[in-house]
């Protein structure tokens, strides 16, 4: 079949640049905001083989059907969908690039705080632990939090003007190396700190019971789909850049894999340091409160080593931030310049400007970023999912085709496209049910009282 992008699409330059990239991309604000949290909430040890094996069944063929629709078309969402599918497929493209505008314009916000932690706690170190909760409702919301929203924004900006190899790769090939080091060293700190072994013994304490309900398995599936990229076209999108003798696969295993690594590793830093200060009770009813007014507080009771081991903190999680904002942007320029035929400069300025815009109730009002997580971050998601293991299951005819080329002699592939056929949206389904009932009763909540 003739490639829909033409020949002159650009290309990652090496194997490994397209997996730091897409791996740049999976790990975010996801692993180290949610992941931990919610294995510590839901049945601790039993959470996370639930979430592995939601990864393992879900996530992995939705991965390897978005690489697959990517790398066979060489085009965006909207076009590579329509591609092998007819144009009544386009819309589900254009969903995409919606959800794009909606996740990165809340999530530019999150990094806009962890940029300005990472920044303070470089100058001045963290604050007297008692005032930690104040600070952040200070400035979490406001001027302030649209300025760093918007300083945030200008960076990812700047990568993607560069282009696929002299921006998004360049940079992922830095800072990939740089956040896997930074992740591993605090969790070595972490397990020198007296207590250390209750926070482990509280992270893996196993209660099978908490996962036997609807809402656990829906926190699992929303956070597998937001921390893997999927279902909303990023990593298609990076796909798009990639040529034929990718082993697809095996590239959907390394990130998975890394992707949970430092979700897991993330784990292995922030409670032994909560458990260290007597912090655990803290771990409070919103997740964003452990890690922008628990963790803090725990660094300003370390002294003068937690103001070294805070900013490294937030700096490894304003690099995961930073590339995982850059694969956000990249699926809305990348859509901009194949269907409009902008130069990417163009597309970049004009997505970049909106997407700040549009980001502005979210940098003013906690609520309104809630609102925007819970239908960008996760209703979207899954039903994107559920959308794509339909369209490659069902719609496309030369799935397997497509998915074979660059590998040999691999057997299994029926298999996957049977997970994609019953088995993943049957259980994106019964998921997107109690999305829907949970996001109806949130907006009620809001507009409600
Ligand atoms: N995976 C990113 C994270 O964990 C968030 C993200 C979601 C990025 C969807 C791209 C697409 O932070």
């Known amino acids: 079949m003739a490639t829909a992008g033409g020949g002159s699409r650009e290309t990652f330059s090496s194997k490994l640049g397209f997996t730091l990239a897409a791996v740049g991309s999976a790990v975010g604000l996801g692993n180290m905001w949610r992941f931990s949290y919610m294995a510590a909430e839901n049945g601790g040890a039993a959470f996370v083989m639930l979430y592995i094996l939601m990864t393992a069944l879900v996530?992995?063929?939705?991965?390897?059907?978005?690489?697959?629709?990517?790398?066979?078309?060489?085009?965006?969402?909207?076009?590579?969908?329509?591609?092998?599918?007819?144009?009544?497929?386009q819309p589900l493209g254009l969903l995409f690039v919606a959800a794009g505008v909606i996740i990165l314009s809340y999530y530019a916000v999150i990094a806009g705080w962890t940029a300005r932690y990472a920044v303070e706690g470089v100058v001045f170190g963290f604050l007297d632990p008692s005032k930690s909760a104040d600070y952040f409702t200070q400035i979490a919301s406001g001027p302030q939090a649209a300025m760093w929203h918007v300083a945030v924004m200008i960076v990812a900006s700047s990568i993607v003007v560069g282009g696929i190899r002299g921006g998004i790769e360049r940079v992922s090939l830095i800072l990939m190396p740089v956040l896997a080091l930074l992740i591993v060293g605090l969790a070595i700190y972490a397990s020198t700190l007296s207590g250390a072994g209750e926070g482990y013994t509280y992270y893996f304490s196993t209660d099978f019971k908490s996962i036997l309900k609807a809402e656990v398995l829906q926190d699992a599936a929303g956070q597998a789909f937001f921390s893997l990229s999927l279902g909303m076209g990023a990593i298609l999108t990076y796909s798009s850049y990639l040529s034929r003798d990718h082993h697809l696969p095996n590239e959907s295993l390394m990130i998975a894999v890394s992707d949970f690594g430092v979700a897991f590793m993330a784990g292995m830093v922030i409670f032994p340091i909560l458990f260290a200060f007597g912090l655990q009770n803290q771990v409070s009813g919103s997740t964003l409160g452990t890690l922008f007014i628990t963790l803090p507080s725990a660094f300003a009771h370390m002294g003068g080593a937690g103001r070294i081991i805070g900013s490294l903190f937030f700096i490894a999680?304003?690099?995961?931030?930073?590339?995982?904002?850059?694969?956000?942007?990249?699926?809305?320029?990348?859509?901009?310049?194949?269907?409009?035929?902008?130069?990417?400069?163009?597309?970049?300025?004009?997505a970049a400007v909106c997407i700040t815009l549009f980001g502005l109730p979210a940098a003013f009002d906690i609520n309104i970023l809630g609102l925007m997580d819970q239908i960008g971050g996760n209703v979207m998601l899954v039903f994107g999912g559920l959308m794509l293991s339909l369209f490659v299951g069902w719609a496309m005819p030369d799935a397997i085709d497509e998915v074979s080329a660059g590998t040999s002699g691999i057997k299994w592939f029926f298999l996957w496209r049977g997970l994609?056929?019953?088995?993943?949206?049957?259980?994106?389904?019964?998921?997107?049910?109690?999305?829907?009932?949970?996001?109806?009763?949130?907006?009620?909540?809001?507009?409600g009282s």
Do not use: C, Q
Request: positive net charge.
């Open 59 to 89: 996530g992995l063929p939705v991965m390897l059907a978005e690489m697959t629709i990517g790398r066979g078309a060489r085009n965006s969402p909207i076009k590579a969908l329509a591609h092998f599918g007819g144009t009544a497929w």
């Open 317 to 350: 999680l304003l690099v995961g931030a930073i590339t995982s904002m850059i694969s956000l942007l990249e699926v809305v320029v990348s859509s901009v310049i194949d269907t409009l035929k902008w130069p990417r400069k163009r597309a970049v300025v004009v």
């Open 420 to 447: 994609l056929r019953f088995v993943v949206p049957a259980v994106l389904l019964f998921v997107m049910y109690f999305l829907i009932v949970g996001t109806v009763n949130m907006i009620g909540n809001m507009f």
